[in-house]
């Protein structure tokens, strides 16, 4: 529509003028994700930012993925458009929690998802995100302690795909993941019985949808647990006549643009992230025309955290 063209060209001129790019993750509602230079999952994104020429980024996502960005281009000006745009999974675990925690396991390698505050990044020997976690994991030698946070359903995929028995996970979750249930794979499942089925680690469904399949009841070739960058690349070159979606609804929306012959579902249509909808149209072109919301990170922190962050993106590149 006319209304979208003249914002996305007015976004687009801003950004240019203020020498910016523009990143989103593949939660972000659908002008946004499309008017982006860049949409992608949080590792995706957290590579552009760090090799990025562009003076300033607007990070369209939430508040923990811009402090990465900050963490990583120190340099640049890193834009929010919103910092009330939270997460309620990096909220499952505090810097004092994971202080407390290491003293307890003294000489363990602490592995935090990316979905952390800067001051968790600043206490964590390696950041890992959905797409790279068990690599991380399989990194450490096999006789080290592993001290794995915050996200439990992340953490006991990851233990089974690596089969280490001394890594021990935090009890955190992402709201929105974790309502996705068992019962909704049930439900989805019986109603279509053919559909491929994509789940994201940190759903509370992940281990019994992987039980399925080790019961035979689910068909191991139609089944995978991937990260949402992960779950895009597969909707590419998906020719299932449909697929069951497992995660946050905002990623329907480039599934479903990448391929019309497939029918996108969600295993759960109330799977939204409330903080990833506070990044809107209108507070994006804000953000453009005055140049506020910057994020900042005390240096000390940030160059403890870059340590973690930067060991993450070493690994499989
Ligand atoms: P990924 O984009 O890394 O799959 O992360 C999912 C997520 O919940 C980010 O908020
Ligand atoms: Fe955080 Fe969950 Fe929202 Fe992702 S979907 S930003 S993990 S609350």
Redesign the pocket.
Known sequence: PAEYESWAAEVRRLADERGAVVLA???QVPEIQDVAHFT??????SRVAAQTDAREIVFC??H??AETAKILSPDKTVLLPDHDAG?S?ADSITAEQLREWKAEHPGAVVVSY??TTAAVKAETDVCC???NAADVVRSIPEDREILFCPDQFLGAHVKRVTGRSNVHVWAGE?H??AGISPADVRAQVAAHPDAEILV?P?CGCTTSVLDLVSHGDLPAERTRV??????VEQAATTTAPQVLVA??VGILHQLRALNSGTAFIPMNSRAA?RY?KMITPAKLLHTLRTGEGAVDVDPETATRARRAVEAMIAIGE
């Not at 992608?40 to 994104?45: A, E, F, Q, Y």
């Not at 991937?226 to 779950?231: D, N, Y």
């Open positions: 993750h593949n939660y992608g999952d949080s590792l995706h994104l996502g939430v923990f993925m997460c999974l990316v979905n995100t959905s797409s992402c929105v993941h994201h940190e991937l990260s949402t960058g992960g779950m995660t946050e992230c990833m």
